[in-house]
């Protein structure tokens, strides 16, 4: 059994649709973030870096004693390893997948993240930052429309992979990104195929409930969320964590 420390966001999103790719049996802990939960000594045990989502794997491989990762690169790399599915075991397939992995997580959901911030939830509109920011997730968008042209497939080659799971939830928040699929023809073909799959939609449909009728983060949520009050300080004695999606407010990259 795997326990799923969530909150339904792009990042959440990414496990939550490894897990019924796999079909491996796991359960969801609610980490309301905009609340500040993720401040919360049980979570800063599993998660020290007070980001969603961790996981902790109540029967790991080696037969030990639990085992508890965070940041959802290495996530999706233990689950897919842990079940011997979608990361390839040859050597230039592995790492081809690694390093959009990756990619993902040192550029598009940071530099997306700062995007969706500017535009959506900062306090007063810079354009300097919204021009920047949206330039850097144009240039990526294209870098990943590339990428499947000479691909004809998936991210990393004729195979769908973790690498394909991590960006995926990313390029849903397309539109509030100030971008149209329109403009990358080969991404837009990946996007609606990646989205097709059952499993797909079964991971996006988790945690429905935990933000139904939610419009954006309140006033409460956008203080704990931007370090602008006492809950962040007062709990972890560090700065609160920014959302880096746009689909409401999220976490890691």
Known sequence: MIDLHFWPTPNGWKVSILLEELGLPYRIVPVNIGRGAQFEAGFLAISPNNRIPAIVDQAPADGGEPVA??????????????????LPTDLRGRHATLQWLMWQM????????QNGHFLLY????????????????????GVLDGQLARTGAYVAGAAYTIAD????PWIMTHKRQGLTLDDFPAL??????????????????????????????????????????????????????????????????
């Open 69 to 86: 990762v965070f940041e959802t690169g290495a996530i999706l790399q233990y689950l897919a390893e842990k079940s011997g599915r979608l």
């Open 106 to 113: 040192g550029g598009l959901g940071p530099m997306l993240g």
């Open 122 to 141: 900062a306090p007063e509109k810079i354009p300097y930052a919204i021009e920047r920011y949206g330039r850097e997730a144009r240039r990526l968008y």
């Open 165 to 168: 799971i991590a960006i995926f």
């Open 188 to 253: 837009k073909r990946w996007f609606a195929q990646v989205r097709a799959r059952p499993a797909v939609q079964a991971g996006l449909a988790v945690g429905k409930d935990l933000r139904a009728g939610a419009e954006g983060p309140d006033e409460q949520a956008r203080r704990v969320l931007f370090g602008l009050g006492a809950e962040s300080s007062a709990t972890s004695g560090t700065t609160a964590q920014a959302p880096t999606g746009v689909a409401g407010p999220t976490t890691s990259s």
